[in-house]
């Protein structure tokens, strides 16, 4: 097959999916694999997350990710194995501290150490924060038409459908103990067991010594702290919950997870938790580490500190596809999750997606938009660039799509918001963007002499072009203008042989006549503005430095 052909069998599919070193196949050949050694008639996929914060866009990525690899594993088998994504929350845990990013943090400091669904919701709208935070992951994953079960371990434990596996963890504790304590520091490790209680008086998740375990009657006692009375619950439901290792263990086993991905910090608690599963009769599910997101400080972003990009910020300058595309790119890499990477990401999906038709069935499995769409990428039709669209938003100082509108129908007659509702939708992310992080930096530099001259004849030449010029014709004499000192590039030779022309020349244009950085291809830049706009601009940049 040169491309992939709609009506392909799926056999064709997977024999093409079976040569791929795309990372979503890579990891589903694991699974594949497994099930050789363990065969089942489903293939369970969890995601985890700890409800404590707000959800941020690293969960929202390992979904989108699992997502991926889930899809990649139903090609490898011909969908013949049915599969399930659980996204799990942690929401029994108890609240260690007040984040910095919510309302009302006297109210949450009066439940500190009670389960997160025992914890007043402090905007108001739920029964607990925890429901609260579990709602606001779900709405969003809803948003994006995940295929997925939402899993609390609250109403796991309470309603029983983990009491087998605890159970099990209490009569094989010794075992457990003796994968832990080698982890912990020595205090720790003195006072140190896997089950934790809730306290009948306080409703507290208590972090206490275990004086006593009784496997027969599936209980543990302890000395409250307060009372100094001995108290023995029962492990079942929902008297106690685990330590976040043995639970994270306990649920692989309880379950019979196949697949679960987690961050590189968690590197030593995977192995920690994949002995304790196997120590309960359990198999450790297969996986990978990913790399972490920073802010622009470098930071890993957290939920309760609220660093790095929200979801929703996001979703304000940019389309999902473009989120989802950030999320696909080098998993085992560290990136910087800031406001920076939107515009890159925004328009290199289109890219992706331009080039799909064009590309062999194999290129094609490589190619992110297959895997962002799971096997059925949208045509493309996207006549403008986001970059572009910006550096229009920052030359007519557009404060509304219809200004934006204008360019774009001269540019490309009989393409309206109505015909191309993508392109509307990034008319808005492309306002928004510019009001919020282009607009507040700008900063016109004054131009050299010699940077004058060449402005001058830039601007006497475009004079002399027609008003419907090419973008093609337009770049070409901005080349040529450009191709003078201080601006030749000895090393890239033009296609006539002669010296090329460094991309000093190009970020000289953008910095003196739009006071930024950097901008798209001048020449489709020119286009879409206008010829005698851009010629304006110029004489105005002339001017403001003369």
């Not at 049915?82 to 929401?91: G, M, N, V």
């Not at 109210?107 to 429901?131: A, C, I, N, R």
């Not at 100082?397 to 001269?410: C, D, P, S, V, Y």
């Not at 015909?419 to 050299?448: C, S």
């Amino acid at each position: 097959m040169s491309v992939i052909d709609p009506s392909a069998s799926p056999s064709d599919l997977r024999a093409l999916a079976e040569q791929s070193n795309a990372w979503p196949f890579e990891q589903a050949k694991a699974i594949v694999a497994r099930l050789k050694k363990n065969p089942k008639d489903e293939v369970l996929f969890e995601t985890g997350y700890g409800p404590s914060g707000l959800p941020h866009i690293g969960t929202f990525g390992e979904v989108a990710r699992t997502t991926m690899v889930r899809h990649a594993f139903r090609v490898l088998t011909e969908d013949k194995i049915k599969t399930r994504l659980l996204a799990f929350s942690d929401d029994m845990d108890g609240l260690r501290k007040v984040p910095d990013n919510v309302p009302n943090k006297d109210l949450l400091e009066q439940h500190l150490g009670k389960p997160l669904t025992k914890v007043p919701d402090p905007f108001g709208t739920h029964p607990s924060f925890g429901q609260h935070n579990n709602a606001r992951l779900r709405a969003f994953l809803d948003q994006f038409g995940f295929d997925y079960e939402f899993a609390s371990s609250t109403e796991y434990y309470a309603s029983g459908r983990f009491d087998a596996a605890l159970l099990r963890m209490l009569e094989r504790i010794e075992k457990v103990m003796a994968i832990m304590l080698p982890s912990l520091r020595e205090e720790r490790a003195a006072s140190y067991s896997p089950f934790l209680p809730i306290c009948p008086r306080t409703g507290l998740v208590l972090y206490v010594p275990v004086t006593a375990h009784d496997a027969k009657a599936g209980t543990i006692s302890y000395e409250d702290p307060d009372t100094k009375e001995t108290v023995t619950v029962p492990v079942t439901g929902g008297r106690c919950k685990l330590q976040w290792k043995p639970d994270w263990a306990m649920r692989w086993y309880a379950l019979g997870v196949d697949y679960e991905m987690a961050g590189k910090d968690l590197i030593d608690s995977v192995k920690l938790s994949g002995k304790i599963c196997s120590a309960l009769g359990g198999t450790p599910p297969e996986g990978f580490n990913y790399e972490l997101f920073l802010d622009e400080k470098g930071q890993k972003i957290s939920k309760s500190k609220g660093n790095g990009l929200t979801i929703d910020e996001w979703l304000r300058y940019a389309s999902p596809e473009s989120l989802s595309l950030f999320m696909y790119r080098e998993p085992k890499a560290a990136k910087r999750l800031y406001f920076d990477v939107i515009p890159r990401n925004v328009d290199d999906y289109q890219q992706f997606l331009d080039g799909f038709t064009r590309q062999e069935a194999r290129q094609q499995l490589q190619n992110p938009v297959w895997h962002i769409h799971s096997g059925k990428p949208p045509q493309a039709d996207m006549p403008v660039t986001f970059q572009l669209l910006l550096t229009l938003v920052s030359s007519s100082n557009a404060e509304n799509a219809e200004t934006l509108w204008g360019f774009i129908g001269r540019y490309r007659p009989g393409v309206t918001p109505q015909t191309h509702p993508k392109l509307d939708a990034m008319v808005g992310y492309a306002i928004n963007y510019y009001r919020d992080f282009v607009a507040p930096t700008k900063q016109f530099r004054e131009p050299t002499d010699g940077e004058r001259a060449a402005l001058q004849d830039l601007r006497d030449a475009l004079a002399n072009m027609p008003a419907n010029a090419s973008a093609e014709d337009i770049q070409n004499v901005v080349y040529e203008i450009g191709r003078r000192e201080p601006f030749l590039d000895m090393v890239k030779k033009g296609k006539d042989g002669r010296p090329g022309v460094s991309l000093d020349w190009f970020n000289m244009l953008y910095q003196v006549l739009l006071g930024q950085e950097k901008g798209p291809r001048f020449g489709s830049f020119v286009a879409v503005y206008g010829v005698q706009n851009a010629v304006n601009m110029i004489d105005g940049a002339l001017a403001r430095s003369s």
